[in-house]
């Protein structure tokens, strides 16, 4: 069954740490403190992706974390968006996949990607940009 | 001493009213003069010569030679804004600094600024692209792996620092030959007399 956009206000989100160095997850926490804080704007981290609208994925996906990745994806509830965060997890950054054998690829080869937010890292402007452009696609 | 405290924190508690938020409106802000985004290349100044091709850190960059033009171009999702292509330009043409004029509304929160290179799924990717013409042989015809730019440049680079006599011998041996392919060089060097085994 499906449901038109019934997340207009508050999108809650899910940010899974699919490997890579944690710039992308430090600017994440940049979001929500003082200066930009995102929770005043209804926008709320959640510990369990089971509460999630929206997954948020940064790294370039080793092999080791593509099965809970998928994983993490199924236990999203419907309707559900996935913003790919960072240049690992758009298209794998330095980690180039031809070369890198322990690399499963960029998100986008895993699960489908709604939202691309390039930079290393984004500026804390640029991952509110992507969240509100994934909340029109709803 | 319990009183004055009490007074402090209450002073505090009424001044917390009257003081402005820190926070800063959504998806605008403050962008210093030499925060990097996505490189932009002078079009004009180009050559194609790929030496961003060969130092890029992430594999962004990439020459493609298709029929009779190549396509030099840089891929916003994989670009890590290191600067390297920009430092090992030797025309200059690649900037890493932010668009002035998209800086300027950024800083002024005009609506129409752009804030993030994010894509969605049905839109275009973030690119910086230029085509440049590849030179054809002048006897054979056949394409050269070179811009016509880019051997302009060449000839300007050797003779720059040459003496004038010798420029000049140079400079008439290079306008037959830097211009064919090279099995045309190997076949008529001898006749142009362009061979280099004329100065031994």
Redesign the interface.
Same mark, same amino acid.
């Given at each position: 069954m499906k449901i038109g956009s019934p997340i207009k206000k508050s999108p809650w989100i899910y940010h899974a740490h699919a490997g890579g160095c944690v710039g992308c997850d430090i600017e994440l926490l940049a979001c929500m403190g003082p200066r930009y804080d995102l929770e005043r704007l209804g926008i709320k981290w959640v510990a369990s992706p089971r509460y999630a609208d929206i997954l948020l994925v940064t790294g370039p996906v080793p092999l080791h974390t593509k099965p809970f990745l998928e994983r993490v994806y199924a236990q999203t509830p419907e309707p559900k968006r996935v913003i790919a965060m960072g240049a690992c997890g758009t298209s794998c950054g330095v980690f180039i996949d031809d070369e890198n054998y322990s690399i499963a690829g960029p998100v986008d080869k895993i699960i489908p990607v709604d939202v691309k937010i390039p930079g290393c890292p984004p500026k804390p402007e640029a991952i509110i940009d992507g969240i509100l452009k994934v909340m029109r696609k709803f | 001493m319990n009183v004055i405290s009490k007074l402090k924190a209450y002073g505090e508690l009424i001044s917390n009213f009257f003081r402005k938020p !820190?926070? !800063?409106k959504? &998806?605008? /802000?403050f962008t210093a003069d030499i925060f990097r985004w996505l490189p932009r290349r002078d079009a004009d100044k180009c050559t194609g010569c790929g030496a961003c091709n060969e130092r890029c =850190?992430? &594999?962004a960059t990439s020459l493609t030679d298709s029929g009779t033009e190549r396509l030099v171009s840089i891929? /916003?999702?994989?670009?890590?804004?290191c600067g390297r292509c920009a430092d090992v330009c030797p025309e200059r043409a690649l900037d890493l600094v932010i668009d002035p004029e998209n800086r300027k509304k950024m800083m002024e929160k005009d609506p129409t600024a752009m !804030?993030?290179? =994010?894509? &969605? =799924?049905e839109e275009k990717k973030?690119t910086t692209d230029t085509t440049l013409k590849l030179q054809r042989c002048t006897i054979c015809g056949e394409i050269m792996p070179c811009t016509e730019i880019y051997l302009e440049v060449v000839r300007e680079r050797v003779l720059r620092n040459l003496q004038p006599d010798t420029a000049a011998i140079i400079d008439k041996d290079m306008e037959k030959y830097l211009r064919a392919c090279i099995s045309c060089r190997r076949k008529y060097s001898l006749e142009w007399d362009t061979h280099p085994r004329k100065f031994i």
């Open positions: - | !820190v926070t !800063v959504e &998806g605008y /802000g =850190s992430s &594999g891929d /916003g999702l994989r670009c890590i804004f !804030v993030s290179l =994010s894509q &969605g =799924s973030p």
